[in-house]
């Protein structure tokens, strides 16, 4: 057991690497979801077109070969990232794809009466996105926000093999030195479902209290 | 070498990579909406510690990637003496990862059939049996199709995942390439043309096989 005792402090640290990243590449992930969220229902068709088709291939690439594609693909073109910003870089790429989606079914959730209200009262459509749109956009949207903050956690997992020090670099490096799979996969998943399931926690809190209000 | 004659070159051994990457999507698929009924029964059933199991089970393995339940069905079971393939470890970690989101959206099509229908049929003097198979089930299965097709190409992208155990599927396929060729990028996005050729066919098919399944019933 004392296997445990010697890896915990590892794998709390990659956990750390992991929620740092996450946060990052979400918080940038849905300021730019947000505006190609809007460019895509209200851009036309030019602007439109190319976010539905970068959504596609986001949606239809495997997430380790969009990973492999920055770091290993670009370095056939002298492009060469290191490990963070690469996985960074993919993350941030990744969570676009999906916050777009998200965005643009909250935004359309909100009926067409409040748009045409709020044009009526004189609103320009960043005040009417701003005040009216958004904030009931953003009940419906929430529990899909936190599926995607939970499937961004778990797409971390992939950036050990780019070479970052996460939780699933520290299990296999602690694996090769201690040959005790078991207890060091154990130990990543109670990492990873302690992680998940305090984010899906706070999510039905926020759900909870945002219901109340209205 | 030029980008397309060395795609010409590696075509076929990432069909052949395609091929396992589909037999393993067809394996886990089994596994995994064998495991969702077997979910689904728990947690309507009325045994109630068997519900709590499956409740359990389903906010566990949910929570914990894909990945870390890949290798502890590869590495960790072995240590505990029981060794799986690659091919069966990655069945295995997909089938009980997919088997809760395919349990979930079985149980969502379930409770997406107005009580009024059952009561409707029990009234006309149909037996439980019939109820369910006649009534129930037909309505229940259209309103799982959306989800359960959506599941099904996630499901066929995570199957890249065996790569880090050494399966030879398409996408291991393609990094072997690009460490042959020293051509990565070419050698990715040939990957990334077959993955998504197959995408938006397979998205085609089952799209129409949906709105074929609507058609007829309504």
Redesign the interface.
Known sequence: MHVVALYWQAIVDGGGVDLELTAIAVAVSVVVGILAAVGRIYGGKLLGGAITVYVE?IR??????QL??IY??????QINLSSFSAGLLWLVLYGVGYAVEIFRAGIEAVSVGQREAADALGLTRVQALRRIILPQAWMVMLPSLMTFL?LQ??NT??LY?VGIADI?YQ?RLG?SAT????IM??M??IA??II??TL?RIGSTLERRQALYR | MSTLQLWGQYLPQFLAGLVVSLQLTGAALVLALALGTLLVLARTGRIRILAAIATGYVEVFRAVPVLVLLFTAYYSLAQLGLRLPGFWAGVVALGAFYGTLYGEDMRSGLQSVDPGQREAAVALGLSNGAVMRRVVLPQAFLAFLPPGTNELSNLIKDTSLVLTIGVTDLMFQANAAAAATFQPMDMFLLAGLVYFAFYILLSRILARWELNVQRRRS
Request: aromatic share 14%.
């Open positions: 291939i239809g690439l495997p997430p380790i070969l492999f594609i290993f693909g670009l370095s056939q073109f939970v956690v778990k997992t992939l093999l699933m299990a694996t040959e005790q799979p078991a996969y154990g990543a998943a990873y479902l998940n399931l899906s």
